[in-house]
């Protein structure tokens, strides 16, 4: 993609780049349209053949990470672009870390505080009769109700659940919706806010919401919309630090945070 390469000249000084073409923001759009309805159709026709295919079942999360890790290397390989532009880059790594590091301390306690909050409204309501999904009101029924009888408990195989939620969850989605489809958005809708560091604009918005609608479409489980919410931070860090390294951390911290939220609050 030439408006996201920067070329030299015979002195090897910065070259001004060329303009891109008129259609250039109508065809990034539509490109990056297409890649994200690809990629959910086969996420999609993978969720529904673990049905029917033992193999499917037994390497579903691998093969999903497949699909988001080869759909967008493919297409830069074949452009012969650079990854680095893309955020598909660790450096610098000091400041990703930072990002990391700064929105886990503020974040994490006011998610479990909200979480805690959450279900005892849920899990009141569902004691009046009042309606509530079949889902959550499996899961009142195993609710603590309150903070004195929580007990820490990690879940099981903590280690392996961390090394997959950040090789086989965290970085592969962050690799395709913040490092191809949202740079790519950028095209047609560059950022020109600043949030607390961060350049933004409608291409973090419509990333965020094409990643939570994928992953609607894909189970459809209509509390999976809610991801929307945490893709607004992963994309804002991937703007603030130029990589995608502080929202691979991130999102797989979160969800390892979940799930011991989830062990910790239900019996």
């Given at each position: ?34 890649m ?12 529904q053949?673990?049905?029917?295919v ?16 080869y ?46 909050a ?14 509530v ?13 309150s903070?004195g ?36 958005l950028?095209?047609?809708w ?39 919410f ?9 703007q ?12 797989a ?15």
């Open positions: 993609m030439s408006e996201l390469r920067e070329e030299r000249g015979e002195g090897g000084e910065p070259r001004e780049p060329e303009a891109p073409a008129p259609d250039a923001p109508r065809r990034a759009l539509r490109e990056t349209l297409g994200v309805a690809l990629a959910t159709a086969l996420c999609a026709a993978f969720w053949l673990r049905r029917v033992p193999f499917v079942a037994k390497n579903l999360h691998a093969l999903i990470a497949a699909v988001f890790l759909l967008p290397t493919g297409l830069l390989m074949r452009r012969k672009e650079e990854f680095a532009p893309y955020g598909l880059s660790f450096r610098p790594v000091g400041r990703g870390l930072a990002f990391f590091l700064l929105a886990s301390v503020l974040v994490f306690p006011l998610f479990a505080l909200g979480m805690y959450y279900y005892v409204a849920v899990c009141q309501a569902a004691a009046v009769k009042l309606w999904p079949a889902q959550l009101r499996g899961l009142c029924r195993r609710f603590v109700g903070w009888r929580a007990r820490l408990r990690l879940p099981r195989d903590f280690g392996q659940l961390a090394l997959a939620q950040l090789l086989v969850v965290a970085l592969p989605e962050e690799y395709f919706f913040r490092g191809y489809v949202q740079t790519r950028e095209v047609r560059p950022s020109r806010r600043r949030f607390l560091g961060a350049q933004v604009g409608m291409a973090l918005v419509v990333a965020s919401a094409l990643f939570a609608i994928a992953h609607l479409l894909v189970d459809g489980n209509g509390l999976r919309l809610a991801v929307f945490p893709a607004l931070v992963f994309g804002w860090m991937r603030a630090t130029g990589s995608i390294l502080a929202g691979v951390l991130f999102h911290a979160s969800n390892l945070v979940s799930e011991v939220l989830h062990a910790f609050l239900f019996v």
